[in-house]
Nanobody, 121 residues
Framework: QVQLVESGGGLVQAGGSLRLSCAAS????????MGWYRQAPGKEREFVAN???????NYADSVKGRFTISRDDAGNTLYLQMNSLKPEDTAVYYC???????????????WGQGTQLTVSS
């Protein structure tokens, strides 16, 4: 089991910056990648960014050049630095940890409870 707790959301003006954090605990060694997703009101949850165990990162086109995903050396805390924020970035942001399938266990996605980001125009 993996537990994920997000923090750092809030209200910010357009053009501002904010950093989200996600504290991971439990069977972290089984996790292959961690990432951020977001869900705006009335919309489906969408991918924002992820980082793999050996450092490869991916970003949604909508956040490239503005958001940066990173983690601490121990791999216990995931971050999302968000710059040049836009009103359309307003959403609940969810931390995700993905466990790949092994001989003994199926693939599985763990989720945090979410943190609200509101960007005012």
């Amino acid at each position: 089991q993996v537990q994920l707790v997000e923090s750092g959301g809030g209200l910010v003006q357009a053009g501002g910056s904010l950093r989200l954090s996600c504290a991971a605990s439990g069977s972290i060694a089984s996790i292959n990648s961690m990432g951020w997703y977001r869900q705006a009101p009335g919309k489906e949850r969408e991918f924002v960014a992820n980082i793999f165990k050996y450092g490869t990162t991916n970003y949604a086109d909508s956040v490239k050049g503005r958001f940066t995903i990173s983690r601490d050396d121990a791999g216990n805390t995931l971050y999302l630095q968000m710059n040049s924020l836009k009103p359309e970035d307003t959403a609940v942001y969810y931390c995700n940890a993905h466990r790949v399938r092994t001989y003994f266990t199926p693939a599985y996605d763990y989720w945090g409870q979410g943190t609200q980001l509101t960007v005012s125009s």
